[in-house]
């Protein structure tokens, strides 16, 4: 996972973002929130089609992980 979820100063101003693009991790919970209780993963995945289920994965557990330590 921390290979798939990068921050780099240079990409969004440090922002999680998913490896290789410039999808934020907030931007991939917030989807989910948006869903209104239907397939969470499929709702992701028709609003960012190139995200495989593990990126999609990764950011979950990422902002759990976050989430946790606060």
């Known amino acids: ?5 990068i921050s780099k100063k240079s990409i969004l101003g440090g922002t999680p973002v998913v490896r ?3 999808i934020p991790v907030s931007s991939i919970m917030g989807q989910m929130s948006a869903a209104n209780g239907g397939d969470k993963n499929k709702y992701i995945k028709k609003v960012y089609p ?14 759990g992980e976050l989430a946790s330590r606060t």
């Open 50 to 63: 190139n995200l495989t289920q593990t990126e999609i994965d990764a950011a979950i557990r990422y902002a």
């Open 20 to 22: 290789g693009t410039r």
């Open 1 to 5: 996972m921390k290979n798939l979820i």
